[in-house]
């Protein structure tokens, strides 16, 4: 039957010799042998047991895991239980990444579309974050709500060109001017800006905000605070009172 020592068994694991020597310390690979001159001599089945635990280290399964195992080998249910419980921490933690992955994401958006940068605005950019969703919910309920308006526009340019029906447009435009308005001031009270030179949280005037030029992220704006003019990055308003934001309608 053949004996390995610890750097034969390390290297057919390809793991280091301290490796082997921590888990037989860890009690969960110790060696079948010791020679008079206290070398460690492993079997064939000390092989296994230790491709087996290579096997669950990578994925991702603590030593304390482990050993529970291997004390437990007999016992399929708890072996299934805590395998089980393996599978859902490692869910959780793509969960999680894919949460810090789909922020890394919108911040590279950001940057893409904001008209002037400097390093500090990073800092800035965090705040983007809070409440996005609820910001993109709020959008989705914008196109929404404006896809009957849009559609009475097109209606009544089509009737007026094939029936002579002009008076529609007039309807629209009484519903569509006060809807733009209703339904900007409610977004405005929504959100705010963040300037990327002072990196102040703060809110312009509506007539400000209504008019000026902006992409779907940023809008160019002159900072309350220190007087920069230039794209701010739009923020939920919960963050007015954050990093000494000053509201600019009060």
Known sequence: MPKYTTGEIAKLCSVTVRTVQYYDTRGILTPSELTEGGRRLYSGSDLDKMKTICFLRNLGISIDTIKELIER???KNVIFLLLS???QALNTEIDERREKLKKLEDVR???ETAGD????SLGGMAHIMTDRKKLRNFRAA???TGLPVSALQWAAIILGITRGMWWLLIVWAALAIPWAII???LYY???AYICPECQKVFRPSFKEMFFAAHT???RKLTCTACGHKGFCVETPAKNLNKTGGVNGDE
């Open 73 to 75: 080998e007999n016992n």
């Open 85 to 87: 419980q393996q599978e």
């Open 109 to 111: 958006k950001a940057l």
């Open 117 to 120: 940068f400097s390093f500090n």
């Open 142 to 144: 914008m196109v929404l």
């Open 183 to 185: 339904i900007s001031y």
């Open 189 to 191: 009270k929504k959100i």
């Open 216 to 218: 779907p992220t940023t």
